[in-house]
């Protein structure tokens, strides 16, 4: 069974108590900002940026660039996120740069850069049972480490800076199965707005479920996607549900000061809307505790 819903607008912002975990299910956050394509990029720079970050980051890969879906208001709303695909023409080297993203990854593999000419992203990735996740206090400033010193980069090389179009938030969780949850026919105990009374027997076992809502932010200006999917985690194997939240949205202005406030709206965003959309038998399972 396959669903997908566009939800009004949700208070994700107002004031409140933001919860926190004594062992979420986050296994990977991510901080990043779009920005419009860096005409002077080429695949050199590439190298030239890993020689300044290679002590901290001795791993590189190279992957397909990703897209930057920028987050658009007003009007009708926005087809779901997988079908805003694009190809660019022009992706050469007289055009927005290479098409290319590389990867920068540290000794444990559990942090990451991805840079691509219109994108900078910092990941958290967990790489064992036993690490516990850093917190948002801990990743945001080594986020801000990164950028500074990719800004820095770009002065050095004579390139203009970024001109930022979106900052985004991203976390995505692991709810393992036979952990709150044991089929399809309990997702009522894992999130709220699942029905546990299905109109006959037809319904009554879905097979597998996925979710996707959309929510603006309060105030305007940006937006919150959650979406939830089965999956089979490669690293163990074990039946999970992904449940991704992201937020994405326009910073007031061009400063770090604006591009860090437009991070801490969406991070708010996130932990609020997790709450709401999850359950209090969860929250249980995680070991909720509310802080301010």
């Not at 990164?146 to 770009?154: A, D, P």
């Not at 203009?160 to 709150?180: A, D, T």
């Not at 299905?198 to 929510?215: F, H, K, N």
Request: with cysteine.
């Amino acid at each position: 069974m396959h669903q997908r819903r566009q939800m009004h607008p949700m208070p994700v912002e107002a004031k409140r108590l933001l919860p926190e975990y004594d062992d979420p299910p986050v296994v990977e956050t991510v901080l990043g900002v779009a920005f419009a394509p860096l005409t002077q990029w080429r695949l050199p720079h590439f190298g030239l940026y890993w020689t300044r970050i290679r002590n901290d980051y001795p791993k590189c890969d190279v992957q397909p660039p990703a897209p930057a879906p920028i987050e658009e208001f007003g009007g009708m709303p926005l087809p779901p996120q997988e079908f805003l695909l694009q190809v660019r023409g022009g992706l050469g080297f007289g055009g927005f740069g290479p098409p290319a993203r590389c990867w920068y990854i540290d000794e444990s593999g559990g942090r990451l850069i991805q840079v691509q000419n219109d994108r900078f992203l910092f990941n958290w990735r967990k790489q064992a049972d036993q690490e516990k996740y850093p917190r948002y206090d801990a990743i945001r400033p080594a986020f801000l480490r990164e950028w500074s010193g990719f800004c820095e980069f770009l002065r050095s090389t004579d390139i203009p800076p970024p001109q930022i179009r979106q900052w985004e938030v991203s976390y995505i969780n692991h709810l393992e199965k036979g952990r709150g949850w044991s089929s399809f026919t309990d997702l009522s105990t894992v999130v709220r707005n699942w029905s546990p009374h299905p109109c006959g027997e037809l319904l009554a076992t879905p097979e597998d479920v996925s979710i996707t809502s959309r929510y603006l932010l309060e105030g305007g200006g940006g937006r919150l996607t959650i979406e939830l999917q089965p999956a089979v985690r490669l690293a163990d194997a074990k039946e999970i549900i992904q449940l991704t939240l992201a937020a994405r949205g326009k910073p007031a202005g061009q400063s770090t000061d604006d591009l860090l406030a437009g991070l801490n709206r969406g991070r708010e965003a996130i932990v609020a809307g997790f709450d709401c959309f999850t359950t209090p038998h969860m929250h249980k399972i995680w070991g909720k505790r509310e802080r301010q």
